[in-house]
């Protein structure tokens, strides 16, 4: 009977462990479309798969291929002050870690503020708080027109655990001539290292004692 309640007392303590893979659906784009996210898109705005992209007008980075896998999703906006959106939904346990990679392509020049942001907003859905704005560029910010960053890595600790949204948002400043375009992969909510090792624990231990009963 000790035994037993030390293995429901382990199993508890594994679940979570096991579970927050499941938190975020297709966060590298596997499927090859946008399973498990929602985009909002303005006319002639677009958000889609894509195993590649280039601009070769641009200056700075200007070629991408997936961080993971063979798929990333990438959203352009076009047409004066409209907004491309994409967001998830997803619920986290306290102490998790959200990484994801992201790259800015600005296909427009000073002054046509196109922008890009990244943003974690508390609750379901785009109308909650932010929680933390996680990546933010604009043409006014960029070291040169049109220009290209590298696949840049973001991570976010929750304190709290609980329902959150990603929402990334790409925006075209005053044309609809020249596009602006912000590149997602790699989503995931990882446990932090202390986590994984209680987990590695966790499992040696029922591991054992069950090789203990056998024999």
């Known amino acids: 009977m000790k035994k037993l309640i030390i293995i429901c007392a382990l199993a508890i303590l594994i679940t979570p462990f096991y579970n927050v893979k499941a938190a975020l659906t297709n966060g590298s784009f596997e499927t090859g479309d946008l399973t498990g996210w929602t985009a909002v898109l303005p006319i002639g705005g677009s958000a889609s798969a894509v195993t590649g992209h280039s601009d070769l007008g641009g200056t700075g980075t200007t070629s991408w291929v997936p961080t993971d896998g063979s798929y990333f999703a990438l959203l352009k906006t076009d047409g004066p002050g409209s907004l491309t959106r994409l967001y998830q939904t997803f619920t986290v346990p ?122």
């Open 94 to 215: 306290a102490h998790f870690t959200l990484t994801f990679d992201y790259f800015w392509d600005s296909g427009d020049w000073v002054p046509f503020n196109d922008s890009a942001t990244g943003m974690l907003l508390m609750g379901a859905g785009t109308g909650g708080p932010i929680v933390s704005t996680l990546f933010s560029n604009s043409i006014n910010t960029d070291p040169a027109n049109y220009w290209g960053t590298p696949w840049t890595s973001v991570s976010y600790q929750f304190a709290t655990g609980g329902t959150y949204t990603i929402l990334i948002e790409v925006s075209n400043g005053l044309d609809s001539i020249l596009d602006s375009y912000v590149g997602i992969d790699n989503f995931e909510v990882i446990p932090v290292p202390g986590a994984i090792l209680l987990g590695g624990i966790g499992i040696g231990l029922v591991g054992w004692l069950r090789r203990r009963k056998t024999l």
